[in-house]
C-alpha cells in the first residue's frame, strides 16, 4: 500500500521560511518521480516543484529561486525548502509520486501552509 506521511506544515509570517517533508512507502521510491504541488482556497492545483529519479529538478516561475526540492533515497523522504514566503503561498500542500510516461500517481493527503502579512 502506498502511503505519505508529510509535515512541515504551519502558519508562519511573510519573508519566513519552511521546509516540508514527505515520508513515502509502499513503493520503490528510487524508481519514482517526486513533486509537490498545492492547493489554494478556490484555485486549481498546481505543480510547484518535481525531483526525477536522477535528481534533475523543474520550478515553475512561482517557485524559482525561493523553493528547493530534495530526495534523500535511504530515507524514502523528499523535502521542500521554501524561503521568503509569501501570502500568496498559502495554500495544502500535497507530496505525489508519479512515474515519467505512465499514468501511476499517488497523493499524500496533504499539509497546510499559512502565510500572513
Known amino acids: 500500500e502506498v502511503k505519505f506521511e508529510e509535515s512541515g506544515g504551519a502558519s508562519v509570517q511573510t519573508g519566513g521560511s519552511l521546509r516540508l517533508s514527505c515520508l513515502a512507502s509502499g513503493f520503490r521510491f528510487h524508481e519514482r518521480a517526486m513533486e509537490w504541488h498545492r492547493r489554494s482556497s478556490g484555485a486549481e492545483c498546481e505543480l510547484v516543484a518535481s525531483i526525477n529519479v536522477d535528481g534533475t529538478t523543474y520550478y515553475p516561475d512561482s517557485a524559482k529561486g525561493r523553493f528547493t526540492i530534495s530526495r534523500d533515497y535511504d530515507a524514502n523522504k523528499v523535502y521542500l525548502q521554501m524561503n521568503s514566503l509569501e501570502t500568496d503561498d498559502t495554500a495544502v500542500y500535497y507530496c505525489?509520486?508519479?512515474?515519467?510516461?505512465?499514468?501511476?500517481?499517488?497523493w499524500g493527503q496533504g499539509t497546510q501552509v499559512t502565510v500572513s502579512s
Open positions: 505525489v509520486a508519479c512515474q515519467r510516461g505512465d499514468s501511476w500517481t499517488y
